[in-house]
Each structure stands twice: as structure tokens, then as C-alpha cells.
């Protein structure tokens, strides 16, 4: 279990998280709710990715502020299944493997074909994903309709 401080910002209706111990974790949320949740999946992929390389994990640090900004401790748990489920690669870096434009993985993204993670503003594509539809790819146009389907 991994436990990191999040100074929580509100700023032009959205609520901004950031974990400054480990620099690559911030997020946002229309409510305080949901930039929490945000900034606890995107430091838990991130902490799985140091665990994964063998990186040193940075050793969080709790401050007693008189700031503006709010303080809350996001406790977060990385498995080993976790690790190998959140393998990720940029939107551009599975375009690149799958052949498609960006904008074609993000529409599969939204379509729930491939899965994604959010990373701060953008969204990784986990290799699970990628890989699965490398090994059963969809054939090109609409799918056919059934033999059985019954004529208006």
C-alpha cells in the first residue's frame, strides 16, 4: 500500500490534483471527487511503472501548509496483476503498432475497443489491449448480417 499526498486546486470550475512527490501525477475533475479518483489511477500507473523498471520509488512527504490549496492523502494498492494489465504506450505509440491514425485509436478509446488509462490530460493504451486486437483484428467494412436475420 502506497500512501502520497494530492494538493487539490479549484481553478476556472475544475478541480486540479498533484501528487508533488512523484512529478507526473496530476489530474483533473469537474467535482473534488473526480479529481481525486483521477489522480489515484494515474499514481498508481505510475507507481506500477517504477515498480515494473526497478526505479526508486520517492518517499512521500506530508506538509503542513497555510496555502490556499487543500491537502488530502491518496492511499493507493499495486499488485503484481496490476502491473502487468497497466503495460502502456501513448495514443501515437499504438497508432504506430496498430497502423491506424491517432485519431482512430482515440475513437476506439471512446468506443471501449481499447482500453486506456488516464495520465494527466492524455490517455495510455494498455498493451493488453493493443495485443489482443493485434491477435483477433476485425475484418475491414461493416460486419455481414446473418444468414438467419429475417427480411422487413
Excluded at 471527487?33 to 507507481?47: G, N, R, S
Aim: net charge negative; glycine share 6%; with cysteine.
Amino acid at each position: 500500500m502506497f500512501i502520497y499526498e494530492a494538493t487539490i486546486t479549484k481553478e476556472d470550475g475544475y478541480y486540479h490534483a498533484e501528487v508533488e512527490d512523484i512529478g507526473a501525477v496530476y489530474a483533473d475533475g469537474t467535482s473534488l471527487e473526480e479529481a481525486i479518483k483521477a489522480a489515484a489511477e494515474t499514481l498508481k500507473l505510475v507507481l506500477a511503472e517504477y515498480l515494473d523498471t526497478g526505479l526508486q520509488i520517492p518517499k512521500p512527504t506530508f506538509r503542513l501548509s497555510s496555502d490556499d490549496a487543500m491537502r488530502v492523502a491518496i492511499a493507493v494498492e499495486v499488485t503484481q496483476e496490476f502491473i502487468e494489465q497497466s503495460k502502456c504506450v501513448s495514443t501515437s505509440e499504438a497508432a504506430s503498432m496498430l497502423g491506424l491514425s491517432k485519431g482512430r485509436i482515440t475513437n476506439m478509446i471512446n468506443s471501449g475497443v481499447l482500453q486506456a488509462v488516464p495520465y494527466g490530460k492524455d490517455r495510455l493504451v494498455t498493451l493488453a489491449s493493443i495485443n489482443d486486437r493485434i491477435n483477433n483484428p476485425r475484418g475491414a467494412g461493416r460486419p455481414r448480417k446473418s444468414e438467419h436475420a429475417v427480411a422487413n
